[in-house]
């Protein structure tokens, strides 16, 4: 009986029919998504926080509005997430207890701190840039709720890699302080950018199931390295390096080749270890209590004035 | 004054066998804001098309919500809001004997019918 269900249901993997929260999945599918999901939420709400920081010191009122505009963009992509999230039969409340508790994880790259203004401008361009290669062919994602939510995202997401570029350009024509200041910024970021990746394909333990059923389409490496490529040639654009001495052109394979990737590192700060995680939780935290009153307000007012309506119907 | 409330989740609102995940005994869980489904009107004589979901203590709040959530980018000209506990969905497993009928008729569609190549406009 279980077997039907479970080749029926591949079938329609197969055959690109997109999953619905009703349909027969296997429960093993519904957990994989959920946690997919609700990571991805977590690291777009998480993500407000290093840009949040420089909002009250942009150097313009034009990149004032445009960095707020972005940050409310990454609060709207956590809310898309969290909603397709729930439609697996997971509360918002238990996905934000996942994270305040720190058994739910987000994206490695939010733990790292935004030290300069030129921060602002690679976290655009490289860590918005990898999260878009990333993104794309989850557009495409078997179970439908998040395929829609990932169509709404990228959309937007273009907007954000664009003007972190164009920070960069701006730094690039400027003072030599500035364009140390942006050489400064993307060597800090390079390496956590491509590590947003995930593992190396043969240490990616979810990777294998989750192409099978077409949650993902393309792995890790196959992604980062298409991430090196492009990036390796629009800094040539900006007229800055990425640090690391054996990014060469191989033209046999067609790719860039790239350097040692620092793993220990990764898994550091996956784990908590990182320079900000503790700062990113506690802010988060924070928020969730403070808002308690807010919260339990509203739901007063809707109470009472529903009791209202009540009486006077009656 | 007691009652009990099940939680609806967007794509979860059967009544029979496949009910609501309730999940409302789960402490916290209890006092979170009602979920609405958003849908949208893109410009005036569009239908409202389903966008998504989020969750609001009331329907005013739903709308305002809405509008920052799914409108950025003016999508919108009209939001609708329903308490997603309000929607009744059919039953993807009934689905083969639900739209059996519809199956075997094929002389409801036009292209059923051969015509002469002489005969235009019709």
């Known amino acids: ?314 | 004054m007691s009652f009990h409330t099940n939680k609806y989740y967007y794509g979860d609102y059967g009544e029979a066998k496949n009910g609501a995940a309730d999940i409302s005994a789960k402490g916290s869980a209890k006092e979170e804001w009602p979920l609405w489904e958003i849908f949208i009107r893109s410009k005036q004589g569009l239908d409202h098309k389903h966008v998504g979901s989020l969750h609001a203590a009331d329907a005013a709040m739903a709308i305002e919500n809405a509008r920052d959530v799914y409108t950025r980018r003016m999508e919108g000209v009209s939001i609708w809001a329903v308490e997603s506990k309000y929607i009744h969905a059919s039953n993807p497993d009934e689905a083969g004997a639900l739209y059996d009928p519809a199956n075997d008729k094929v002389y409801r569609h036009p292209t059923f019918y051969d015509l002469p190549d002489e005969v235009k406009y019709m």
């Open chain 1, 1 to 314: 009986m279980e077997k039907t269900s479970e080749a029926f249901f591949q079938d329609k993997i197969d055959r690109e029919i997109r999953i619905e929260p009703k349909d027969w999945m296997p429960e093993k599918y519904r957990q994989t998504l959920i946690r997919q999901i609700s990571q991805h939420a977590h690291s777009e709400i998480i993500g407000m926080l290093p840009e949040g920081n420089w909002i009250t010191r942009a150097p313009s009122l034009r990149r004032k509005a445009i960095l707020l505009a972005k940050v409310q963009d990454e609060a709207g992509h956590g809310l898309y997430l969290y909603s397709a999230a729930e439609t697996l039969g997971i509360s918002r409340d238990e996905m934000y207890e996942q994270l305040h508790s720190g058994r739910a994880k987000y994206s490695s790259i939010f733990n790292y701190p935004t030290l300069s203004w030129a921060d602002i401008g690679v976290i655009g361009w490289l860590v918005d840039g990898a999260a878009i290669m990333n993104q794309v062919p989850l557009c495409r994602s078997s179970f439908g709720p998040y395929a829609r939510a990932m169509v709404r995202v990228c959309k937007e997401e273009s907007f954000h890699q664009r003007q972190g570029f164009e920070i960069l350009l701006t730094l690039s024509r400027g003072t030599e302080a500035q364009r140390s200041m942006a050489q400064d910024a993307i060597n800090r970021w390079w390496w956590p950018s491509i590590m947003m990746f995930g593992p190396k394909d043969d240490e990616s333990p979810n990777s294998v199931q989750s192409m099978k059923w077409k949650i993902k389409r393309f792995s890790n490496d196959e992604l980062r390295q298409k991430f090196i490529d492009v990036t390796a040639e629009q800094v040539k654009v900006l007229g800055f390096t990425l640090p690391d001495p054996n990014l060469k052109w191989n033209k046999a394979r067609g790719h860039y080749d790239y350097g040692a990737i620092n793993w220990d590192e990764f898994w550091q700060v996956i784990q908590g270890n990182g320079p900000c995680n503790k700062e990113r939780l506690e802010a988060r935290k924070k928020a969730w209590e403070e808002g308690e009153w807010v919260r339990a307000a509203a739901s007063a007012y809707t109470t009472k004035k529903n009791k209202r309506n009540t009486t006077v119907a009656a």
